[in-house]
């Protein structure tokens, strides 16, 4: 199970170094809706999610202005993975994480421990790895790209319409991200560590 978390803000998702407008002028352009009001202060939400091959858990939205931490991972994401590892994967599975303090702090090992969930250790994953988890190198920038060029009012519209995306994405296509995920790991061993060229998804 690959896990993660991101944040989404209410002003959609919006790239200024690669999403380009090609237009005749600066007006022609505008007309074409390149340019768009921004919040100065957008408010913004956290989401947990995991995946596996054979879906997504539940997500865990963190309530604005609590802090994500050790006591809310604990309290809240373990759960969800305790429930979902029968729906989704089994019992024997190993739980994938990086290295984010709530996710390494002592108190969170033990627990998962005590849970008896298996997990990478944070010496034998690599502390920098967009290029080896799924979430990272796949699902958020799909969300993402849903999401682009739309605004919204609340948070609760915009953790609703993140919810609506998710399910957008077919259970074949999550599939696919995994099965290459071997693949991926050969390529980060051959770069010595390196960030890889982003050649399977």
Aim: glycine share 4%; hydrophobic share 35%.
């Amino acid at each position: 199970m690959f896990s993660g978390e991101k944040w989404f803000d209410q002003d959609g998702q919006y790239n200024r170094q690669n999403d380009c407008v090609y237009a005749e002028s600066r007006e022609a352009a505008n007309e074409d809706f390149s340019t768009r009001p921004v919040n100065k202060f957008p408010f913004k939400v956290m989401l947990w999610a995991g995946i596996t091959f054979n879906g997504v858990t539940n997500i865990v939205i963190l309530p604005q202005k609590m802090p994500f931490d050790a006591d809310f991972y604990i309290e809240k994401v373990f759960p969800i993975v305790n429930r979902d590892e029968n729906r989704l994967i089994g019992p024997k599975f190993t739980f994938q994480q990086d290295v984010a303090k709530p996710h390494t702090g002592k108190v969170t090992i033990e627990t998962f421990k005590s849970m008896g969930f298996s997990f990478i250790g944070t010496d034998n994953w690599p502390p920098n790895s967009p290029d080896l988890n799924p979430l990272d190198y796949f699902f958020w920038n799909e969300v993402e790209e849903q999401l682009k060029t739309k605004s919204f009012n609340n948070v609760h519209e915009l953790a609703q319409k993140i919810k609506e995306c998710i399910t957008k994405i077919s259970l074949k296509t999550i599939q696919d991200v995994i099965d290459c995920f071997r693949s991926r790991v050969y390529e980060v061993e051959k770069n010595q560590g390196g960030l890889i060229i982003n050649k399977y998804y």
